[in-house]
């Protein structure tokens, strides 16, 4: 099965939308279409994240709270192992790849067009929630 770490701007981004790219990507998670794999750093992000004015005025404080219970429940949450060089364009970016390196995850998907430009990173392929449905899509077909 398909393993991915999603970046906060996804996880943040899919407490919000329900008709894109982003949207598809959680509901074929919360399906178990595959596996996804965060670390405590990426769960923070994502609460800091949620409590921004931007979507604290979108979201009820309720809806939020069931999210990320949802999050948390079905994320396997592994501890940041591997430190890597600078490699993406934001310290927080490392961390982010180093989720992914860490979870031995075959995906990050990520809003972020500066980690997408890397393209791959060890065994990591970086690549935009459109182009990660494209991956199980082909993957259901097979």
Sequence with gaps: MIRATLDTNVLASGALDTHSAVAQVIEAWFRAEFVVVL???????????LEKPYFAQRLRRESTAKYIALVRQFARVVPITDTLPRVASHPEDDRVLA???SGKVDYLVTGDRNLQALGKYQTVTVISPRDFLRVLVGQSSC
């Design 39 to 49: 670390s405590p750093y990426i769960l923070d992000e994502l609460d800091s994240a």
């Design 99 to 101: 989720t992914a390196v």
